[in-house]
């Protein structure tokens, strides 16, 4: 069973960073992909950023490119989201998810496991 903890959200001013980090545990498999996703209130759920662990390859949305870098630690199962220069647009649930496909997709039903969500709130 894969499962996948998130951590490290909190309030922060505008232009501030953080580092979202997600553990994940239970893969059977070397072929898969994390994504980090995102939801404010009232809105749909975003595609954020996406690492696929075979080849690293990666890919974010226009809204975070330039300020938001994805990597992962395969020796502690861990995905990292790096957000700089933080808008409060940016503020919402950010989640990660498991998809079992090797490439890089944002679609949110090509994920089969979700985490449990962490708040970022971007706020003077």
């Known amino acids: 069973q894969v499962q996948l903890v998130e951590s490290g959200g909190g309030l922060v001013q505008p232009g501030g960073s953080l580092r979202l980090s997600c553990a994940a545990s239970g893969f059977t498999s070397d072929y898969y992909g994390i994504g980090w996703f995102r939801q404010a209130p009232g809105k749909e759920r975003e595609g954020v950023s996406c690492?696929?662990?075979?080849?690293?390859?990666?890919y974010y949305a226009n809204s975070v490119k330039g300020r938001f870098t994805i990597s992962g630690d395969s020796a502690k199962n861990t995905v990292y989201l790096q957000m700089n220069s933080l808008k409060p647009e940016d503020t919402a649930v950010y989640y990660c998810?498991?998809?079992?496909?090797?490439?890089?997709?944002?679609?949110?039903?090509?994920?089969?496991?979700w985490g449990q969500g962490t708040q970022v709130t971007v706020s003077s």
């Open positions: 998810a498991h998809t079992p496909l090797a490439t890089a997709t944002m679609t949110p039903w090509d994920y089969d496991y």
């Open positions: 690492i696929v662990n075979s080849d690293g390859s990666t």
